[in-house]
């Protein structure tokens, strides 16, 4: 700060302080602390020029207190309170906070002065201790370095209060995440304590201190490196952390210490040395009489002994495992020691026996507490679920978790805002919970990430543009007519009738017809549609291995009855895409031999697929297309059955605005929902039903059309009335359904008198 920003400024920070005897100028080549000390002011020299208690008191807190500093002679205390002052924006907020900087920041000036570095010390440490609000975490830190330069000062401890300094140096450190920082100041405060038998307050050796916290820094930045996957630095790491838990003299240090060494190892396939150590932990705890760390110990030796093929040894110590924890009544590790059985005996083919102990375990946390506590929270699939989702909705206006047992949940969104982040600005990525519940779809659009999903994408965009959606309109309205034809039974009965199942054969219709080529007849064959009944089935079954968390194992999954009954649907599935395809590539040799391509009208979804190429002329592998086809056959019917399905019941909760859509639609299809001045009050993210942003729906406008034709169709031909006797439960799965089916009756729009 130069001269003039003190004295020649049009607005001064302080007021120039002057000898009135000599009339002393301050330099404007100098900085003031420059000036200052060239030309002090001693507490005792004149003060005539100086402002008096009245005038500060007009002044703001800060400069008054600045003003004193220089005024009492402590230059170097204005320094650094000036600098402390220009970081501190609300310290005239804190008077208290302020006085105590001023008393203490003289004391240790007055200290240094005189060679008291201790006492200097003292005060500075004393200020950190003062500073312990969160938004004071820099004076905090500020305080400590300066305690710290005094200790380094100070020779008449042994380097006590230097080391203590470097403690607290490194906690500040380890508390923002800078691993290495604090390393390197608790590495100094364990030299500074060996050999010494210094105590803390509660009588606790200092250079055990020492090893712990080096202990606890080492063990992070191993964990760190492994995340980065450096794992010979980690290893190193994690060595040293071992060696600081030894010579801490502290054995459950030394265990835990021991068991991530192992697991490091284990992670690099070197079993070998992963088993030492684990042995080290499970030494350490039998002497400890620690069932819970033991129970791990042989839990990590069998893991090693399996990826080594040694299966039979492996066991051994998983039923060492499982004794130990029926022993202790660890239920929770009693669970994981049925699973890591069951798993063995299930690679040893031993299937009975595997089944037998995922059935235990699944008992066992059936009845954990925590299950039991889970279970009063989850959704039981009564028709209710979706009220407390609004509930929840409510209370929480922005976003919530939903878990589904311990290990997973579900972040739901319901604020355009979010939605807006979320959907708009995040990178895709793999669809973490789609994928490993739904399976049977394979690595489609749906759950695809990165540049497959890219490229995907991009090669199927042209199979949904206006020109190819346009003649699928008429291939729509026909699939529909066959739907309403089949309900003149119920208008003519006025019967209730279940709508779900019919709307669902008409969408599987009509994405055969539009998609791939194919009459399939299904409305009109007699019997359950097995394609229908396998992706219901699917559904039901994704829904309950979401809700069930020992179903989140694969291996339980698998052998349990649900298991194989979702293979068996995924089977029918599966062998339904992959007749489609057979008789489409068929077709399509035909037609290539007979020139016919080139003359058709349109080409569908499937044509698109199977000629797609990018721009290394490069097409989708057989993989790629079954499970674009499965993708595409399962969002293009179910998705658009349900919507349909569940705008047919609320038109027929809602007469009058069934009568306007009516209306709109023997006139020109304008629905009030989306009326531009209601359209400009609502948010673009606010009604998503086909997703935003770069992963939203490819298919949104074939689903759309779809949806318009069959509510026209259907309006222009009947009334739908609802059946107070059937009120539908709904039943959120992966689409939404509803526990005792969607019920509404029927009768002629001309025949309404």
């Excluded at 120039?16 to 001693?42: A, L």
């Excluded at 008096?52 to 230059?75: D, W």
């Amino acid at each position: 700060m130069s001269s003039a920003a003190v004295s020649g400024s049009r607005t001064p920070l302080l007021p120039d302080i002057h000898n009135p005897d000599k009339q002393r100028k301050t330099p404007t080549s100098k900085s003031f602390p420059e000036w200052i000390k060239e030309n002090p002011v001693h507490p005792a020299a004149e003060k005539t020029q100086i402002p008096t208690e009245h005038e500060i008191a007009q002044k703001p807190l800060r400069h008054s207190v600045c003003v004193e500093l220089l005024r009492e002679g402590f230059h170097r205390s204005y320094e650094q309170m000036f600098a402390l002052l220009q970081r501190w924006d609300g310290a005239e907020e804190h008077p208290h906070k302020l006085h105590t900087l001023q008393q203490h920041l003289t004391r240790a000036e007055s200290a240094e002065r005189d060679g008291q570095y201790g006492e200097a010390y003292d005060s500075h440490m004393l200020l950190a201790r003062f500073f312990t609000e969160p938004e004071d975490e820099w004076l905090k830190h500020h305080f400590l370095q300066l305690a710290l330069d005094s200790a380094r000062k100070f020779k008449m401890d042994s380097g006590k209060r230097e080391a203590e300094a470097n403690l607290y140096m490194g906690q500040v450190y380890l508390q923002k995440g800078q691993l290495e920082r604090a390393r390197e100041h608790y590495e100094v405060f364990y030299h500074l304590t060996l050999g010494r038998t210094w105590q803390d307050p509660s009588g606790r050796m200092q250079h055990s201190r020492s090893c712990e916290e080096l202990q606890k820094v080492f063990t992070l930045l191993g964990q760190r490196l492994l995340q980065e996957q450096d794992h010979a630095y980690a290893i190193k790491m994690f060595t040293k952390a071992y060696e600081m838990a030894k010579e801490s003299g502290d054995g459950g240090s030394e265990r835990e210490a021991a068991y991530r060494l192992g697991l490091a190892y284990q992670s690099t396939g070197n079993q070998k040395t992963a088993k030492q150590f684990f042995s080290v932990c499970m030494e350490i705890s039998t002497t400890l009489e620690n069932a819970d760390s033991l129970g791990r110990a042989y839990e990590a030796i069998a893991k090693s002994l399996e990826s080594e093929g040694k299966l039979t040894e492996a066991t051994e110590y998983l039923e060492k495992f499982v004794e130990i924890s029926l022993n202790s009544r660890q239920d929770r590790n009693l669970e994981k020691a049925y699973m890591c059985l069951g798993n063995i005996l299930s690679l040893r083919k031993q299937y009975d026996g595997a089944h037998e102990h995922f059935g235990r375990a699944y008992e066992i946390a059936c009845n954990l507490a925590s299950l039991v506590r889970l279970q009063k929270a989850q959704f039981h699939q009564d028709g209710h679920d979706l009220e407390k989702v609004l509930k929840w909705s409510a209370q929480y206006p922005f976003a919530f978790p939903l878990w589904f047992g311990p290990s997973l949940s579900i972040l739901n969104i319901h604020h355009p805002s979010y939605v807006k982040t979320i959907l708009t600005t995040t990178e895709p990525k793999d669809d973490y919970a789609y994928k490993f519940f739904i399976p049977w779809l394979g690595d489609g659009l749906l759950v695809s990430a990165g540049q497959k999903w890219f490229r995907h994408r991009r090669l199927l965009t042209p199979g949904f543009h206006y020109d190819v959606l346009k003649p699928y309109v008429k291939l729509v309205s026909d699939s529909t007519k066959v739907m309403l034809d089949k309900w003149e039974v119920y208008a003519k009965s006025e019967e209730s009738f279940e709508l779900f199942k019919h709307v669902s054969l008409m969408t599987l219709d009509s994405i055969m017809k539009c998609a791939f080529s194919c009459n399939s007849n299904c409305q009109t064959d007699s019997g359950t549609n097995p394609y229908i009944q396998a992706v219901y089935d699917l559904c039901h079954l994704v829904n309950l291995r979401f809700r069930v968390f020992p179903y989140h194992s694969k291996a339980i999954f698998h052998l349990s009855p649900h298991g194989y009954k979702f293979r068996k649907a995924s089977s029918i599935a599966h062998n339904h895409t992959e007749e489609v395809i057979r008789r489409r590539k068929e077709v399509l040799k035909i037609e290539k031999e007979q020139g016919i391509v080139k003359n058709k009208r349109y080409l569908d979804f499937l044509d698109i697929l199977l000629s797609a190429r990018d721009e290394h002329q490069q097409g989708l592998s057989d993989e790629d297309i079954r499970a674009e086809v499965d993708t595409f056959m399962f969002e293009g019917h179910d998705t658009t059955a349900s919507g349909i399905s569940w705008i047919f019941y609320n038109l027929a909760c809602n007469p009058e605005h069934q009568e306007k859509c009516r209306e709109e639609i023997l006139q020109v299809f304008d629905p009030l929902r989306f009326l531009p001045e209601n359209v400009a009050k609502r948010s673009p993210h606010a009604f998503v039903p086909f997703s935003a942003g770069p992963r939203n729906c490819i298919g949104q406008n074939f689903a759309m059309n779809e949806m318009k034709v069959a509510v026209a169709l259907t309006l222009k031909k009947y009334r739908l009335i609802k059946d107070p006797q059937h009120t539908p439960k709904m039943l959120p799965q992966v689409v939404l359904r509803s526990v005792n089916g969607i019920h509404i009756k029927i009768k002629p729009v001309e025949n309404d008198s």
